[in-house]
Structures are given as structure tokens and as C-alpha cells.
């Protein structure tokens, strides 16, 4: 669709959209093998719907030829409506139905040969670290960077053992290992040590076996390169005065502290930290906790000491050296509050300190227990990978994730912030105090904080209807990825740590969120609160498994008399992949029959087996109806009807023949929801009639449900036309946003065939009605009021509605004629920019460029980034296409998305296909290692491909490389 704000939203995987791309170490041949056989199935059912589509915005008239006799059921039944319904001419379109089949290969399992046993031997345990660090900045050329340290691990021994295993990652060690007994009982010696590289294990013997029930120090010296590589502590820069700045930063989820030092670095394994930064004097350092004092060691390096941590993860470490400023503010519960930034851009950390200060007391109160550190940092890095990490104390951002100019920055900015931030804060409870014991719960962490991320944000602006919008941008954005049958259960063991990285994906936040949501719906927020409390004291400083929490969430249930088998429902939910359609019938006495299925894109799809459902695809459904005669929306969890794992249910009930029936109310269960064609009609009447009597979010659900449905066979491809028939009616964000998600899939299949013309009109003319060229310079917008503007505007320019084009053709070139003085307003930037650059030229593009690299805003930077793939010169794309891979020409963290966003223009399409094949080996040394980062720009770049041409070409491809 159109070049709108991008209203993704902030950590490793939730936000990875056009700034938030997540480092990963997941290696060539595991993650390939696992990503082709999605990627391979995602293209095989655009093949399928595509037909559907043909159909649709055909018309009636000339059949297809030489359609395959051994086409599947489905297919045959597209085929035969194509026959009935082309007009007559152009027979070109039935390209898209010869020989289109849903099988596909099984995908490549993981190779068999990984490493499982990587976990760390639990003999010997960390108490306490005392480590010192020291990044060499500025100490010759930068790619020769280096950091060193020591290191005393004050351990303890809980079974005899004759050595201590522990991690390294690309370190040196120095200077001669030294182990201590602690307590002078006995003498040890160190004996010899060797290098497990396979599992990055260091182990280190001694003389004599170590006694249980004993401390010892373990005493090391090292030194490792500081690289400009995102992982672990590394070397961050920007541009003052055509003068490089450097800062040494860290980012050590999931497994890279082990980089910055030896160290016990797993997630259940806590420890006390004591930590000291030696820096030079101008610089600043920090970490998670409040600095305790500073030494001169003389030649301009000042030592840093910091207070001693509570026991913590590993992974939640931070360091940081450089040059920033701040902006400082206390909670209300008395809590320091500082949010840095580089000294030109600190003024933009207004809006996410006040958010943040705001919202840790909100959390606070919320869950009972009080933010358990002196102090909150919140710091915007300029290179950062992911969108934000929230290491205890210090949470580290990337800056379009962080910094917000009220002049400069739109409304999606603006929410991208406080969302941000809320999630971030909402992992200093769920996931920092207590932490899965291992990453094959990760979702408890994602999950949780991509839920809780919305309460804090609707504590703040409740005006924003957050919990309306965890619709459109989580339970329908992972729907698409769950309905595959190369999905995943929320719940995946992992072994070696290439493995993970893979789930760092929509699954454990989106799915992960959305479970929680429907669990607090069925719980009711009382009992589920005060759950949640049980939990996180009872496990403070801890790790938990996901049994814990529904241990504690059904006492909860039990002592309010609810009674309720959380672990037998949330199971159902957690330990096998995919979602069940609900089909809901009104008998002829008015009861309400359902039945469950399997919801599948393709029910053709060959299940590679890779998990099995342990309940053969059966879910304890929480359902809710609402009905014309009785229409409400506010129901509570009083008003659950149970489906059991059953495949039939009948609920005593009372519905007129004439109602129409609704399902899944405010779409709280995490469930698609069908109907006769009867009852899909008369929902479609009610919408057209006065479509308000409908909930704007069953309004989304509505059209979400139909279209995916049709595109499974569930229903008919008119179905899920006619459900966007009143469009023109609609002000709220969130039917538009659901609306626009399935239009834009219509969009794609169709541009390169001859129906892209009246699929076109369709479109400009449910826009034209709508939109007015005073959209794109009025402001007196509410926030969602600009939500819904700004997606109109998209799509009128984009459609060529030219009142639109001239205009945002006009604002362009007026800021060309003073570039000091933007006049077009920020939330509608994006729109112009594209827009003026599609029709303009190189002159255009140059200026976008220029002003580009002078932009002191990330927010604009992004903006501008994006903007200049909607070139239609394909030699500028190209160039573009060469900037990507110049790290002085675009920033390292955002070469894989200005790749991806040429590829979404239909004229940068074969241009970037062809860019990323010819430069495989060179992406896969850059950007292999970056798990999300490298997985977006392979699904990003074969997104638009539905033909089976295109289909034999990522077979090759992959076949090759993989």
C-alpha cells in the first residue's frame, strides 16, 4: 500500500519495521534451512489466493486453458470459477492458474548435527563479580580498537569437581589464571585450562578437587577487539563537525556477555556484579547502577566504581562509554531518572523521560512491588540493532526508538516512543527481577512485556484507545505467520544458542501478547493482578519456568473461587502451534452450535512434523457472541461460554432468525471466528446500514477474519470484498488499518497482471470520497484522527488521486526552495516525500538525500530513508541500491531496510533480487550474524513475489547457497 508512517512499534524481535532490526548468532546453515521452508511456503499460497483474486476483479467471459488435471480440489474449484467469470480478451491471466499446486516440500529440519549439550555444568556457581573494563578509544585506527579487563568471580562449589566451566567468546587471556579458596580452608592451584570453542566454554582446571559447600576466586586477565559489530560490547560512532565521535556500547541478549568477559552466561544463572570503567576524563560512563566513586589513574583515565548490583542475569549487564548529556527527572516514589543522549540531541528526550517517569510508577503501583534500583537510565544510541534492550537500570535504545521532536516527529513517532519505553519498563518486572530459567521460555519475557507495554501506554494516554489497537498491531499482524503450517508453539525448546535467536520472532512477542490478553480477559483483571503479584514475589531474584506462572495465576483463580485450570487452558495455547477457526451456526430453536478447526492459509500444506500438537489441534476456547437484537460489547469474563477440546459445542440460547450473530467479541480470544454465508451477509448489511452499532474492533475483525478465511477457502473471495464495501463511511483507525493490511495484499498480487487497472479504480474510488487535499496541511487532528488521515493520504497519492499528487508535489518543492524551513507536517511527510520523489526526478531525490545525511532527527532520517525507494528512475534505485552497502553513505544498522524498501517499489522489485544474489556472500558476512535483520531482508525482498517462476528461482537460489 501506500508509504504511510510506519505504525510498527521494542526489543529483539516485536519491533523490526524500518528501525528496529535484532542481532541474533545464528549461523548460515541452521537458520537458512528453517527460514526457506516458511519462505518457500509463504510463496506457494500467494500462488493459490492469487487465483481467487483474478476471479474476483475479472469480470465474466473467456475461460482458461490447459489448467493441470491433477490440480488439488481447491485449486480445481478457482479454476472452474475463473472459466465461468473472465472477460473476454485477455487470456494472459490465467498464467496465474496453470499448474498451481499446494504442495511443497517438507522443510529442511534443523541439521541434526548442532550441538545440544551446551548448557553449563551446574558444580560451580557465581556469587559474586568484580570486573574492570577499559575500551581503548581512539587508540589508533578504529578497526584496530581494542578493550581490556580482569575479572574475580567469587564463586561456590555445590558438588565436587576438579575444574570450573565457564564462557568465552573472542577473548585473549593475558595474564596466568589464578584460583583461591575464598576462605583459606585449603590450598588450590590452577593446573591448565583449554577452550571449548563449539560451546565457547573456557574451563579451567585444578590442582585439587574443589570442596562442596566452598568459595572460591577465580582471578583472569584478557583483552578483545572493540568492532563496530552490534554484539557484545562494541564500538558505536557519529558525525560532530565532520569529526568521528566514538562510544563504546553493549548489547549482550542472548548470549554475548561472554564477549566483554568470562562469565557464567546463562539466564538462570544470577549473580551480584561489582563493576569499574576506566575512561578518559571527557568522556562519561554507565551502568545499571549508580556510580559509588572515581580515581585518577593518571595520563587522562579516570576509573569509575559502581555500587553492586542485586543478583541479575547476565545478559542484563551494561556498559557504557561517550560523550552524552542528559535530561534528568524523579518519580514520584523517589526513583533518579535520566535520559541521555548525544549532546545535540538531548532536547528530543523530553517526551520518553516523561513517559518513562510516568509509567515506572504506574508499573510500580500496578504490581505491588517497588522498582528495586536507585536508579533509571534510558540512553539513545546512535547504532543499536534492535529497537531497545532493557538491561537493568540501563536501558539502551535506538534513537528513533527513544528521541521525539514535537516539530519534527509525527504522531506514529510519538506512540512508537511511549510504547517503547512502556515495554522496556514493563521488563524490569517480567523478565529482569524474575527471569525464565532458560530462552525456550522467552515469550514469558516478550510475551508478558508486549502486553503490559499497551497498559502503560493507555495509563498515559488513555485517549490513544491502546487496547483497541493490540488488534490490528499484534493478534492480526502474528495471525498471518501462525496460520503456517512451518509455524511454531509458543513454547520451543532450544539447545545451542544459533537456535536462539529463531525465536525471537512474532511468535513469543505478538502471540505471546495476545495470549496473555484473552488469559486476562478470562481470568477478569482483579484476578488476574493479583496473580500476577503471587508470582513476582514469589519469585523475585529468581528464574521461573511458564509453569509458575499458571501455578500462581490459578491459585489466584481457586482463593476467588473462579476455579479455573489455567495450566490445562494456557497449554493448549502455549505447547502447540496454529489458532482455531470458530464456526458459529444459529439453530432453529436459537441455540448457538460452534465447532473448532485447525485454521491453515493452505490446508493443502505439507505439515514438515517439525512439532506436534499434543492435543491434536484442539483449544480451550473462551468464546463470547453478541447479537443484533442484543447487542453489547462490554462483556467480562461472567459472560465466557467454554469450548472444551471438543469439536462441537451447543450453548442454550435465544437468537431471532434475523439477527445477525457475532463472535469473538472486542476480538479477546486469540481465535478467527466464520458463520454461513447467510449470517456473513447480514454482518455485511449491518455495515453498510450504520456500521457504529459494530465495535470498531469487531469492525476489524470482521474484515481481518473474512479476508484470511477466503484466502484458506473457507469462504468466498466476494465475502471478503464486500466486507470493505463501506469504507467510505469509516472514520476510526482501526478498521482502516485492518482494511488497508488486506488491500495491500490484493495490491501485490495483482500489480504485474491486467487487473491491477480495475482493482486501481476500486480503490481510488473508495479513497477519493474521503480525502482532501487540505489533509496533507491542516494539523487540528486528534492523534488517531491523524492516524486515520495519515493512511488516507497514503493511499490517495499512491492510487494517483492527482489533487493529491499536485499537492504533495507542491509542499516538496517548496521546501527545496528552503530547505530551513519545512512546511509539510510531520505526520504526513512520509506521504509527500514519496510521492513528490515517484514523480519527480534526480533533483528530488538528491534533495532527500542531502537533507538526509543533515537531519539531526532520527524519526526524519528514517523517513527520508524510506521515501527515496519510491523513486520510479531505476538507475537512482540502483544507486540507492550501492549507498545500502557503503556504510558512509548509509548507517550499517539500516542497510538491510533501505534493501527492503527498494524492493517493495514495483519498479526496484527485479533490481533488488538481482542486488541481493549478486551480493549474497558479502550480506551473509555482514548481516548473517543479526538473525532478524538478515531474515527481514530475505522475506522482505521475496514478499512480493506470487508467480511460479519466481518460486523456482528461490528454489535454485537457496539450493545454491544454502
Not at 534505485?877 to 556504510?887: A, E, H, N, V
Request: charged residues 20%; glycine residues 6%.
Amino acid at each position: 500500500m501506500g508509504k504511510a508512517e510506519s505504525f510498527d512499534f521494542s526489543d529483539m524481535a516485536k519491533y523490526n519495521s524500518e528501525a528496529e532490526l535484532t542481532p541474533g548468532s545464528g549461523k548460515k546453515g541452521c537458520f537458512i534451512s528453517i527460514f526457506v521452508g516458511v519462505l518457500i511456503l509463504c510463496l506457494v499460497v500467494c500462488l493459490v489466493i492469487g487465483v481467487g483474486l483474478l476471479v474476483y476483479f475479472a469480470g465474466k467471459g473467456t475461460t482458461c486453458s490447459d489448467a493441470p488435471a491433477d490440480t488439488d480440489s481447491s485449486t480445481a474449484g478457482l479454476i472452474d470459477k475463473c472459466k465461468e467469470v473472465i472477460d473476454d480478451g485477455d487470456t494472459s491471466i490465467c498464467n496465474a492458474c496453470r499448474k498451481t499446486t499446494t504442495t511443497i516440500p517438507s522443510t529442511t529440519p534443523a541439521p541434526t548435527s548442532i550441538l545440544q549439550d551446551v548448557r553449563l555444568p551446574r558444580s560451580v556457581l557465581p556469587e559474586l563479580y568484580t570486573v574492570e573494563l577499559q575500551p581503548n578509544l581512539y587508540d589508533g585506527p578504529p578497526e584496530e580498537f581494542t578493550f581490556n579487563g580482569t575479572v574475580r568471580i567469587r564463586v561456590k562449589c555445590h558438588q565436587p569437581t576438579n575444574n570450573i566451566t565457564l564462557h568465552s567468546n573472542q577473548l585473549n587471556l593475558t595474564e596466568e589464571i589464578r584460583v583461591t579458596s575464598a576462605d583459606s580452608s585449603h590450598s588450590v592451584h590452577y593446573r591448565s585450562h583449554e577452550f571449548d570453542t563449539k560451546r565457547q566454554f573456557l574451563i579451567i582446571f585444578t590442582n585439587v578437587p574443589l570442596q562442596q559447600g566452598h568459595y572460591y576466586d577465580l582471578d583472569l586477565a584478557f583483552i578483545g577487539p572493540l568492532k563496530d559489530d552490534l554484539h557484545g560490547l562494541y564500538l558505536s560512532s557519529y558525525q560532530r563537525n565532520n569529526k568521528t565521535i566514538y562510544a563504546a556500547v553493549t548489547q549482550f541478549q542472548a548470549t554475548d556477555l561472554r564477549k566483554a568477559f568470562p562469565c557464567f552466561d546463562e539466564p538462570a544463572i544470577k549473580a551480584k556484579f561489582k563493576v569499574t570503567l576506566v575512561r578518559k576524563s571527557k568522556m562519561t560512563s554507565l551502568s545499571n547502577m549508580p556510580i559509588l566513586n572515581s580515581k585518577d589513574r593518571g595520563n587522562g583515565w579516570i576509573a569509575d566504581s559502581f555500587n553492586v548490583t542485586p543478583p541479575v542475569s547476565s545478559y542484563l549487564l551494561a556498559f557504557i562509554i561517550c560523550d552524552f548529556d542528559y535530561k534528568e527527572n524523579m518519580t514520584s516514589n523517589g526513583i533518579r531518572y535520566r535520559a541521555w543522549a548525544r549532546p545535540e540531541a538531548v532536547s528530543q528526550t523530553e517526551y520518553a523521560l516523561s513517559v518513562g517517569t510516568r509509567i515506572l510508577s504506574y508499573f510500580e503501583d500496578y504490581f505491588g512491588i517497588p522498582f528495586p534500583l536507585p536508579k533509571q537510565d534510558m540512553i539513545a544510541v546512535p547504532d543499536f540493532a534492535a529497537g531497545a534492550m532493557e538491561n537493568w537500570g540501563l536501558i539502551t535504545y535506538r534513537e528513533t526508538a527513544m528521541l521525539y521532536d514535537p516539530q519534527e516527529s509525527s504522531e506514529s513517532n510519538k506512540q512508537r516512543v511511549a510504547v517503547v519505553v512502556s515495554h522496556e519498563l514493563a521488563h524490569q518486572w517480567f523478565g529482569n527481577l524474575v527471569t525464565p530459567s532458560w530462552w525456550d521460555d522467552l515469550w514469558l519475557n516478550e510475551g508478558f512485556a508486549s502486553f503490559i507495554e499497551y497498559m502503560g501506554v493507555d495509563h498515559v494516554h488513555p485517549d490513544w484507545k491502546m487496547f483497541d489497537q493490540i488488534v490490528v498491531e499484534d493478534i492480526q499482524d502474528v495471525f498471518n505467520f501462525d496460520g503456517l503450517v512451518t509455524s511454531h508453539p509458543v513454547y520451543v525448546p532450544v539447545y545451542h544458542p544459533d537456535q536462539i535467536s529463531e525465536i525471537f520472532d512474532r511468535i513469543s512477542y505478538g502471540k505471546g501478547s495476545s495470549i496473555i490478553r484473552m488469559m486476562r480477559f478470562f481470568l477478569g483483571e482483579e484476578t488476574f493482578r493479583n496473580g500476577l503479584k503471587r508470582y513476582l514475589n514469589n519469585l523475585a531474584y529468581k528464574a521461573a519456568f511458564h509453569d509458575d506462572l499458571w501455578f500462581a495465576l490459578g491459585n489466584q483463580s481457586a482463593i476467588e473461587n473462579k476455579n479455573l485450570n489455567v495450566k490445562a487452558i494456557m497449554d493448549t495455547w502455549t505447547l502447540q502451534m496454529n489458532y482455531p477457526v470458530v464456526n458459529v451456526t444459529v439453530m432453529a430453536d436459537g441455540d448457538i452450535q460452534i465447532t473448532q478447526k485447525r485454521y491453515l492459509r493452505d490446508y493443502h500444506a505439507v505439515d514438515p512434523l517439525t512439532y506436534v500438537s499434543p492435543f491434536n489441534y484442539h483449544w480451550e476456547i473462551p468464546f463470547t457472541y453478541t447479537t443484533k437484537s442484543n447487542t453489547t460489547f462490554d462483556l467480562t469474563d461472567a459472560d465466557i461460554h467454554w469450548m472444551h477440546k471438543t469439536d462441537q459445542e451447543v450453548i442454550s440460547g435465544s437468537v431471532l432468525q434475523s439477527d445477525w450473530i457475532l463472535g469473538n467479541v472486542r476480538q479477546y480470544g486469540y481465535y478467527r471466528v466464520t458463520y454461513s454465508d447467510e449470517n456473513w451477509n447480514k454482518l455485511i448489511n449491518q455495515l453498510n446500514e450504520d456500521h457504529t452499532v459494530i465495535h470498531p474492533t469487531n469492525r476489524a475483525q470482521m474484515i481481518n477474519d473474512a479476508w484470511n478465511l477466503a484466502k484458506s477457502g473457507d469462504v468466498s473471495m466476494t465475502i471478503a470484498l464486500k466486507t470493505v464495501n463501506y469504507l467510505d463511511k469509516e472514520k476510526e483507525f482501526i478498521p482502516w488499518k485492518a482494511s488497508l493490511g488486506e488491500l495491500g495484499y490484493v495490491d501485490s498480487m495483482l500489480e504485474r497482471t491486467a487487473l491491477y487497472g480495475p482493482f486501481s479504480r476500486f480503490m481510488k474510488h473508495k479513497v477519493s470520497g474521503i480525502f482532501t487535499p487540505s489533509a496533507l496541511s491542516s494539523s487540528n487532528f486528534t492523534h488517531l484522527e491523524s492516524y486515520v488521515n495519515t493512511l488516507i493520504a497514503a493511499e490517495a497519492c499512491k492510487y494517483g488521486i492527482e489533487s493529491c499528487v499536485s499537492e504533495a508535489s507542491r509542499l516538496y518543492k517548496q521546501w527545496m526552495s528552503n530547505p530551513s524551513n519545512n512546511p509539510i507536517r510531520a505526520s504526513v511527510r512520509l506521504t509527500v516525500y514519496c510521492s513528490a520523489i515517484r514523480h519527480g526526478g534526480t533533483e528530488e531525490w538528491d534533495f532527500a538525500y542531502r537533507m538526509y545525511k543533515q537531519s539531526n532527527v532520527a524519526s526524519e532520517q528514517s523517513r527520508l530513508m524510506l521515501a527515496m525507494s519510491c523513486s520510479s528512475k531505476v538507475w537512482v534505485l540502483g544507486r540507492y541500491l550501492q549507498y545500502s552497502i557503503d556504510p558512509t553513505k548509509i548507517r550499517k544498522q539500516d542497510a538491510t531496510n533501505v534493501i527492503v524498501y527498494i524492493s517493495e517499489n514495483e519498479i526496484g522489485r527485479g533490481l533488488t533480487w538481482d542486488f541481493v544474489r549478486e551480493n549474497w556472500e558479502r550480506l551473509m558476512r555482514e548481516f548473517g550474524s543479526a538473525f532478524f535483520a538478515f531474515t527481514r531482508l530475505i522475506s522482505g525482498v521475496t514478499a512480493p513475489f506470487n508467480t511460479n517462476f519466481e518460486l523456482k528461482q528461490v528454489f535454485l537460489f537457496f539450493d545454491i547457497f544454502s
